[in-house]
Nanobody, 125 residues
Framework: QVQLVESGGGLVQAGGSLRLSCAASGRIFGTGVMGWFRQAPGKEHEFVAAIRWIGGTTYYGESVKGRFTISTDNVKNTVYLQMNSLKPEDTAGYYC??????????????????RGQGTQVTVSS
């Protein structure tokens, strides 16, 4: 089993920055890929970023490329999402996820076996 706990969300003005954390416990090193997703009210989960524990290869959604950075601390079993140049359209609940059944489908929220409870990010204009 893997447990995921997100933190770091909050209210920020447009142009500001936030860093989200996802603390993982359990059999984390068998999970291969960690991902971040977001969901705005009335919308589907949107892929934000993913990273492979081994090798550190990263992937980003088009809407966040150049502004967000995903990283890991393998000692702390924590995945971070550094969000810069935030925009009002970044407002959403942000969720981390672990262990996609098919690691090539890292962009699909439903592919992941483990998901956190989410942390809210609100960007004011």
């Amino acid at each position: 089993q893997v447990q995921l706990v997100e933190s770091g969300g909050g209210l920020v003005q447009a142009g500001g920055s936030l860093r989200l954390s996802c603390a993982a416990s359990g059999r984390i090193f068998g999970t291969g890929v960690m991902g971040w997703f977001r969901q705005a009210p009335g919308k589907e989960h949107e892929f934000v970023a993913a990273i492979r524990w081994i090798g550190g290869t990263t992937y980003y959604g088009e809407s966040v490329k150049g502004r967000f950075t995903i990283s890991t601390d393998n000692v702390k079993n924590t995945v971070y999402l550094q969000m810069n140049s935030l925009k009002p359209e970044d407002t959403a609940g942000y969720y981390c996820a672990a262990d996609p059944r098919n690691s090539r489908r890292y962009f699909s929220f439903n592919e992941y076996n483990y998901r956190g409870q989410g942390t809210q990010v609100t960007v004011s204009s």
